[in-house]
């Protein structure tokens, strides 16, 4: 039921804090955010999130799961925390030549890069998505009202991009949390009898 699959989400959210860190709070916020708002508006968002979305249990079951780890890095290793939260988290983000890498160097780029990352990762569908999102602006002459399951898969496919757009070090791997969005994208677009096209309107 919902219930399971908020849990699962949780779990999921508390695993990514395991496998990649904060980070992964801030793509799935890119996605989930600006569709509840689109879904409940800015002043009816806090009961769904509150309720509905089972916040304070399933936070609570993100950090039984990361924070032990965490604790026990920091205990190991004094300084992992500030490292890995300011370091790894911030500094990287906002400095293209952060030297405070440990296990590796700057991948300085330039501001942007990472759309043409994204372009090339998800080929070939990358710029029959570009071409059919143009179309479909000229022809409703920018007043668009995406179907929600539309909505979140693209925003969920462009959380990467909206988070690393500004940063000075990014690798082409970054774009691969919003891949698997394209994926549902050309499975509604087959169901509704345009294959190689990825549908926008519901």
């Not at 032990?68 to 920091?74: I, M, N, S, T, V």
């Not at 409703?140 to 757009?165: D, G, K, N, V, Y």
Request: charged share 10%.
């Amino acid at each position: 039921g919902e219930k399971a699959q908020l849990y699962m989400m949780y779990t999921g959210l508390g695993i990514g804090l395991l496998a990649k860190g904060p980070v992964i709070i801030v793509l799935a916020g890119l996605a989930m955010f600006p569709w509840l708002v689109a879904n409940h508006g800015i002043f009816g968002l806090w009961q769904p999130l509150w309720q509905r979305m089972k916040l304070p249990s399933g936070l609570l079951l993100m950090l039984l799961i990361a924070a032990p780890w965490y604790w026990l890095a920091e205990r190991a290793n004094p300084g992992f925390l500030e490292y890995f939260l300011v370091g790894e988290h911030f500094q990287r983000f906002v400095d293209s030549g952060w030297r405070g890498d440990l296990y590796g160097s700057g991948h300085e780029r330039t501001r942007g890069m990472i759309w043409i990352f994204w372009m090339l990762a998800a080929l070939p569908w990358s710029p029959i998505l570009v071409l059919v999102a143009a179309r479909t602006l000229i022809r409703q002459r920018l007043s668009i009202r995406l179907e929600p399951l539309t909505l979140f898969a693209l925003l969920w496919m462009c959380s990467p991009m909206l988070l690393f757009t500004l940063a000075g070090n990014v690798l082409p791997a970054y774009v691969l949390p919003g891949l698997p969005a394209i994926g549902l994208l050309t499975i509604k677009a087959m169901r509704a009898g345009q294959p190689g096209y990825l549908l926008l309107i519901g």
